[in-house]
């Protein structure tokens, strides 16, 4: 009865100071949307925990740990289980693919562009592997922004409206695109200088209709 009483107070003592935190990366973690040699995919990790129970006799102490779980769906199949082979570091992740065919996959962090890229094997074969979180990665959005903006420009420039030559009207299609990735692509910053121009264009066009001259009808009176 006292070793059953010891086990349970070593066990609460152990749990209470050997709980770890996690080494998964931030850009890992969660729910991310990727591309495996061009085709959709979907990529989850998870921090679970993982309690390890030792006993020594009728003395049993628990460790409370965590360890990363991870799944991986290619253009909406069956989820496949996926581990982290090694020590992950702040950029890089290592990835055994526990598949019927297991394999060796590796993600590169990029923190500029918020996209992991690396590769995936099959059969001895490597194919590409990018991993973002969000519907689309950064460059992408970035790439219709500025696209988009280039577009309003134009229109600016085909119905005359006299628009200054700024940051926010420019034909320069770079410009438009380091400014989003500057600002990591900022959703409620990129609607708002879309919608800035669209307005711009809108009272151009009205101002444009209003200013039209309507013949005029002369009618000549018998004499």
């Not at 390890?52 to 460790?63: A, F, H, K, P």
């Not at 069956?78 to 702040?90: D, K």
């Not at 969000?134 to 420039?157: D, H, K, S, V």
């Amino acid at each position: 009865m006292k070793a059953l009483v010891l086990g349970l107070l070593m066990s609460t003592l152990v749990s209470t100071v050997g709980a770890s935190t996690s080494p998964l990366p931030q850009w890992a973690s969660g729910e991310s949307n990727c591309k495996i040699d061009g085709r959709p995919a979907k990529m989850i990790w998870q921090v679970v925990d993982d309690p390890q129970v030792e006993c020594d006799g009728d003395i049993c102490s628990t460790t409370s740990g965590v360890k990363m779980v991870g799944r991986f769906s290619d253009s909406g199949s069956a989820w496949v289980e996926l581990r982290m082979t090694g020590v992950p570091n702040r950029n890089t992740l290592n990835i055994r693919y526990l598949g019927a065919e297991q394999d060796n996959w590796q993600l590169v962090y990029d923190a500029a562009t918020e996209v992991a890229k690396g590769w995936t094997t099959w059969r001895g074969k490597r194919y590409p592997l990018s991993c973002w979180k969000g519907e689309a990665p950064l460059p992408e959005r970035c790439a219709n922004y500025a696209n988009q903006a280039i577009q309003q420009f134009q229109t600016a420039q085909q119905r005359s409206c006299n628009v200054p030559q700024d940051a926010r009207w420019q034909n320069n299609y770079q410009a438009h695109y380091g400014w989003c990735m500057s600002i990591k692509g900022r959703a409620n910053a990129l609607t708002a200088e879309t919608k800035a121009r669209q307005d711009t264009l809108n009272q151009c066009r009205r101002f444009s209709s209003t200013i039209r001259v309507r013949p005029e009808v002369i009618h000549v009176l018998p004499r």
